[in-house]
């Protein structure tokens, strides 16, 4: 083979060195115009014409070949397609020596986009660096807000998970989440790496205010009213409103507990921020249930005797509601019964085409 299919050949196998520099700051293309070889210049002034072979960079890094993994990943043009086709990524496998290489590693564009990227497997790159107790790059990926910690693998097994077993065996990864700030033994249902606590504090508050307002007024205005003589309730002694009372009562502590939650969330350390706003949300969603069942309880106690249909059907309906709350059950029902969004009213494309037709003549 001659020097010029010897270089085509190396150009294809090595493409991703070709805009590396010496020492001394110099490129392949500098070089090869100093000496004047006119094939090397042409080829390395238009890349395209090179035929790249893929580079694997699994193998590199298990060599410790990062020089050769770092340069492939600054002169990737889609790193992200090339990681979605191979279904893994170089941050899965490459080891470096310091925790701040890690830090400027986790700092390259091309890396942002593949950090919560996973493998045939299922698992992220945080996976694999507990998986292998790396703790320099776990600790780096861990205190990074772009990686998402709740992605569980085929296994089922989440980040967090991992983490809650090498701090158990290991008093280092113990002080390690100490000093990042990380709860390892914290399970959030409803709140994600990322959601803004401040916007769902906001929300929640309103809904349980409203609620606590009321089932507090709900509490003074009894079904069937109350003995002007003595001040009693007249149903007192019915097991129907005995339900509404306990219900509403319940309701009305519920949503004062969750404002309790959200004003102490405000003040504490974000990981139990998280699990205080968190659990807010199922506490709310008691507090909904409980006031579902005082209005259907209350209806029935007033209603049942001269409406016995009646009060039947609204207590059906609020049951369907009610079991509809189930966050699967109403996903599918959703989906299956409620109409998209997206197939628009006959009559309102007529009338927007009316309307559009009379703007084109004006």
Known sequence: M?????????????????NLANDNK?????????????????LLMNPSQIQKERFDWIMACKRGDTQAVLAFIDHCPDLQRACREENDTPLHHIELPTYKDYLDFL????????????DHNGATPLHRALERKDMLLAKALLIDDGVDRDIADHNGVTVMELLA???????????????????PYLKTSYIRRGTDLDQMRSTLSVVAALLATITFAA??????????TTGEAILAKKAPFLVFLLADVYAMCTAILVLFCLIWSMVSKSDMARLLVDRSVFILMQSLYSTLLAFMTGIYTVIAKRSLWAAILIFVMCSIIGISANKIILHYAIAKFVPAANKRDRM????????????ARR
Not at 219 to 228: A, H, K, V
């Open 2 to 18: 001659n020097a010029e299919g010897l270089g085509k050949r190396l150009l294809e196998k090595f493409w991703w060195m070709i």
């Open 26 to 42: 110099k490129t392949a293309l500098d070089i090869a115009k100093e000496k004047k070889v006119l094939w090397l210049v042409n």
């Open 107 to 118: 700092k390259k564009p091309s890396i942002g986009e593949v950090k919560n990227t996973t």
């Open 165 to 183: 077993k090498l701090c158990k065996e290991n008093d280092e990864w113990e002080n390690m989440c100490k000093e990042i700030k990380v709860n």
């Open 219 to 228: 509490g003074f205005t009894l079904p069937g009213g109350i003995n002007n």
């Open 348 to 359: 309102q494309l007529l009338e927007e085409g009316s309307a559009g037709a009379s703007s």
